[in-house]
């Protein structure tokens, strides 16, 4: 029998002198690549009067630059069959370009191009500001992407980080040009940022290119001094948002798992452990969460448990869709549910759960994207990228004790609870929020 290959050639992680780490992942068995620049800045970055501003700057960054205009950088992408794309999140921001490997110098000068010499031109600005408040407007009017964002108020409170990524209709529509270049002179900046790209290429040669393009990006020490990032503090508050036009109700729960302090900050194995304890959860029908509230109970067709972290917070995070007159009986029998894995972890469930994480982890790293933005997450959080073999043996190593200490911690803590659509309201989301705290069973 012919082994399987399952290691890659290990990646190349270097630090210019002004702080920009360069990070090349060769992927020899495919043909494509991707490439990108990621910058530790996000929304968790801005003020109440600022707020948004980080998205507005990722639309226009493509609007214009000193030498390209919004249509060279289309087409000069689109020539050669590049995706183009880029995303805002609560504590990175990313640019991206996947195309043949062949193409990848030509996709890092341009991806580059956008980052470094965006002119954010003030004939464009009005225009995509009145794009970007469509946006804002169809997030508003959707029940469940308003519970998610309803969700991060309810988990953080009025800090930073429990404010919308994409901002607040007013703030969108008074940002001045003047404004953009304020905040990309204040965050935009050598120590922030990763150069990246992952899949078929010539590492040596890109490494050459890179470091040619990005060693003059300002460093952070002609700014005042940036403080380290650190949790936010957990809240857990209980939110609602009536929608009337919808017959279901949607419902995010959540709990930190971040530790409270930064020198007990989680490395890669209780990040993977994490990662597990969703996994056993909610991550598949037969899992408990899927199996009880909607094949044995009928409470709900959609449901299901993830874990959303950053570089300094995770959440272990319960969504679910059903209708209001189930909703008492969905969130004792989540509580329950939740109760029963900080006793004991079946060790059936765990062996289901780590193989899905093995085999997650597997088809990331078939696809260049996923291979670089996991390597670049893990960068942000660690310091260190943990390669293939390394991440699958410390998932087949971590225990069942383990996986039940995520869910004994995150249970110390109230739950975060968001619940939009029909019949949603402040007293009802306190109210299960409060019993499924207590490990009561809400009254009908």
């Not at 309803?150 to 990524?165: E, F, K, Q, S, T």
């Not at 040596?204 to 300002?218: C, G, I, K, N, Q």
């Not at 909610?282 to 509230?293: A, Q």
Request: net charge negative; glycine share 6%.
């Amino acid at each position: 029998m012919i082994p399987l290959q399952t290691e890659p050639a290990r990646h190349v992680l270097r630090t210019l002198p002004n702080g920009v780490r360069l990070l090349a992942i060769p992927m020899p068995h495919v043909q494509s690549a991707s490439v990108g620049v990621f910058l530790r800045v996000g929304s968790r970055d801005e003020t109440p009067a600022t707020n948004g501003i980080g998205h507005v700057l990722e639309h226009m960054a493509f609007k214009g630059t000193t030498t390209r205009s919004v249509q060279a950088i289309n087409l000069d992408a689109e020539r050669l069959g590049a995706d183009v794309n880029a995303f805002t999140g609560k504590d990175m921001t990313g640019y991206f370009m996947t195309g043949l490997g062949r193409h990848a110098e030509q996709l890092t000068r341009m991806t580059a191009d956008i980052v470094l010499n965006s002119t954010f031109p003030a004939h464009e600005l009005q225009r995509e500001l009145d794009v970007i408040r469509q946006e804002a407007i169809e997030y508003e009017e959707d029940p469940q992407d308003s519970s998610s964002e309803l969700l991060d108020r309810a988990i953080w409170g009025d800090d930073p980080m429990g404010m919308p990524v994409i901002g607040t209709v007013g703030n969108i529509e008074g940002f001045t040009r003047p404004d953009l270049l304020r905040h990309v002179q204040a965050h935009q900046v050598a120590e922030n940022t990763v150069v990246t790209a992952a899949g078929n290429f010539d590492v040596d040669a890109w490494l050459v290119l890179a470091t040619e393009l990005f060693a003059t990006m300002r460093p952070a020490t002609e700014l005042p001094v940036r403080p380290v990032p650190t949790p936010a503090t957990y809240v857990g508050d209980a939110l609602a948002r009536r929608f009337t036009q919808v017959s279901q109700a949607f419902l995010n729960i959540a709990f930190p798992l971040a530790p409270a302090q930064p020198e007990e900050m989680p490395q890669p194995r209780w990040r993977l452990a994490a990662s597990l304890a969703a996994n056993l959860f909610g991550g598949g029908m037969s899992s408990p969460l899927v199996d009880t509230v909607r094949e044995r109970l009928g409470l709900a067709y959609t449901a299901h448990a993830t874990v959303d972290s950053g570089d300094v917070w995770a959440n272990f995070v319960v969504h679910a869709v059903t209708t209001p007159d189930k909703l008492d009986a969905l969130v004792a029998a989540t509580g329950d549910l939740l109760r029963a894995q900080a006793t004991a972890i079946d060790p059936v469930h765990l062996e289901r759960a780590k193989n899905q994480l093995t085999v997650s982890r597997v088809r990331a790293a078939e696809r260049t994207y996923a291979t670089m933005e996991q390597a670049v997450e893990e960068l942000f959080a660690s310091g260190t990228v943990t390669p293939m073999a390394e991440a699958m043996a410390m998932i087949d190593d971590i225990g069942a004790e383990e996986v039940r200490t995520v869910f004994e911690r995150m249970l110390a803590h109230p739950p975060a609870l968001a619940l939009t659509g029909k019949g949603a309201s402040a007293r009802t989301a306190r109210r299960l929020a409060a019993c499924l705290a207590a490990g009561a069973h809400p009254p009908h």
